[in-house]
């Protein structure tokens, strides 16, 4: 197996691995019900997208 020829300084490996961090997702509010809703996405509550209807929800009763 190869084995490194000089050790890597732990500041030098964290200032490599600065870039590797989950950034957390950004939600917005559905402007027809409200719901927590990711940007470009149809709202899963009510299926509006920039209030208008694009996806048909059944009722269940």
Known sequence: ?????HKI???RRDKRRT????TPSQLSK?????APVL???V???C?????KLAIEKAVVA
């Not at 559905?30 to 409200?34: D, H, Q």
């Open 1 to 5: 197996m190869p084995h490194p020829k």
């Open 9 to 11: 300084s732990k500041s």
């Open 19 to 22: 870039h590797d961090k989950l």
């Open 30 to 34: 559905c402007s027809n019900c409200g």
């Open 39 to 41: 940007y470009h996405r």
């Open 43 to 45: 709202c899963g509550e």
């Open 47 to 51: 299926g509006y997208y920039r209030g």
